[in-house]
């Protein structure tokens, strides 16, 4: 017998939720106002996925819980699924289930989208193609079939991983989820296969404002409709092939991702040492990178799981930059770091 070791709290979330309320918590193609859902749609969980799209039960869930809901959520998931395991007989879960476990952390299994909670708990999903705005309460969500979050810095994204009892991963556990148990070049294998993930569209920007970089402005950079343009981004696990032996998704293409890494003084030396084959690329001592490449790359800063971009601050957004979430997997200890000498 197949144990369902969802949270009590998620169970009861799903199994009241109809249809048609599900769908107010999907992507979103209008940005809510008043503490109204969109219009929007629902899909089914792409074929290759193997856990239920929970995002929705957990953004009911967080509402109701109050206004620290989205710190204890995680943690409190776990326990009680663990608990209903152990009454069954079977071993508890350890990781959310929109996470999967990865050496000693957990890791999202889908790239992150937004969704918005008021000081009066109202929450609700952002669009993906909107900017952060300032002041705005977001949570960091990650299931199948949502668009995920696009036009974010690495200091919004580690702030929404925050607000859900999250944190941003470091470039090493993001590599690791990527390569899955085998260690892959790609997270389907070592050799790159055409189509697999969402790699190797054209550049929009030359499809809306033409080949003369010096028009590519920081604004036109963060245009909305770049990200709404039919046959580019994708929702998250669309692309069944792109997903690694674990069941993490999307972490080629899609959206670049925001790791917790700063560029230090070493990096061309750890570049060298991870094997990273990349074009040349300006830096600075505390730019933020982010990995994987998005829709429109394929080998220009590393093949695959490690393509890595280390030329913008923290701060910088565009209509590439998104993200997915870790914590340290409960349980598991942290083994304390030696001291250089």
Sequence with gaps: MRLDLRPAFLVAALTSTAAGSLAACSSSEAKPTGGEAAPSTTEAVPAGSTLPVVAEAIVEAVAEAGADAEADAAPAAIADAGADAEADGGSPPVCPPEMLKTGRACVDRWEAHLATKTVDGVVTPWPHYDRPEKGTFYLAMSGAGFYPQAYISRVEAAEACAHA????????EWTRACKG????????GNKGQRGACNTGKLHLLEKFYG???GAWT?????DPK???EPGFLAKSGEYETCGSDEGAFDMVGNLHEWVSDAV???IEDVMARD???RKKQPWKVGNGIFMGGFFSTTLEHGPGCSFTTIAHEPTYHDYSTGFRCCMDAPGVEKKPRKKKR
């Design 165 to 172: 009892g999250k944190r941003l991963c470091s470039r090493a």
């Design 181 to 188: 148990r085998k260690g892959y070049r790609y997270p389907y």
């Design 211 to 213: 080949r003369s970089r």
């Design 218 to 222: 920081y604004e036109v950079f963060n």
């Design 226 to 228: 770049l990200d709404r």
């Design 264 to 266: 230090g003084s070493d």
């Design 275 to 277: 094997e990273v084959e």
